[in-house]
């Protein structure tokens, strides 16, 4: 489930609609949880799909660790890349603000955390990541758990509307990370091993 203070808005012609947030939300903000409603697809069921339905869960879903393509059922399936994304997934089955978005602003993911099943060029950012590759996990995860890191603290110092949708063994572990016990279990984690 997206955060309540955002909503989908048209970004522009090329890129099509995403989600934008109509209230600053701080960083450290969980802006997203997978929860029951979202549907998890094997490869064979999607296989076995029709090419139209084929083609939806191919642009509006994620792959997680088991390979199973889920899809969203709200806002969510509309978040957009950027390798200068503002959200970031947890191995916890939820994303968080790593900045400040302010309101109006777009939430993004960057989609190699995704275990996207084709390389693609997405819209250039002046970065100096051009492509968006399957592996990109295996090569950016230190990257990504640093940023993690950093922000992970402020998950207890701001409001959170999605706080009730984590499942009480992985906010028990949330608790443990915050106070030193355990360490945040990396977003490696999320890759799915062909």
Not at 82 to 92: D, E, H, I, V
Not at 182 to 189: A, G, H, M
Request: net charge negative.
């Amino acid at each position: 489930m997206m955060h309540p203070d955002t909503e989908i808005q048209f970004i522009s012609k090329e890129i099509g609609y995403g989600v934008v947030a109509t209230k600053n939300l701080p960083r450290g903000t969980i802006t997203w949880v997978l929860d029951e409603l979202d549907q998890a697809y094997t490869p064979s069921q999607v296989r076995n799909m029709h090419p139209a339905i084929q083609e939806v869960i191919n642009k509006y879903s994620f792959r997680n660790n088991q390979g199973n393509f889920v899809l969203c059922w709200d806002s969510a399936k509309f978040v957009n890349h950027s390798f200068k994304s503002n959200c970031l997934s947890t191995a916890y089955d939820f994303e968080i603000a790593i900045r400040d978005i302010k309101k109006g602003e777009e939430l993004t993911d960057d989609y190699g955390y995704l275990n996207v099943t084709e390389a693609f060029v997405p819209k250039e950012e002046n970065t100096f990541r051009k492509v968006v590759y399957p592996n990109d996990l295996l090569n950016y995860y230190k990257n990504w758990d640093r940023e993690l890191k950093k922000v992970f603290r402020d998950i207890e110092t701001v409001n959170q509307p999605l706080i009730d949708l984590i499942p009480k063994t992985v906010e028990e572990k949330m608790k443990k990370v915050l106070k030193g016990e355990e360490e945040l279990d990396s977003i490696l984690n999320l890759y799915y091993r062909t």
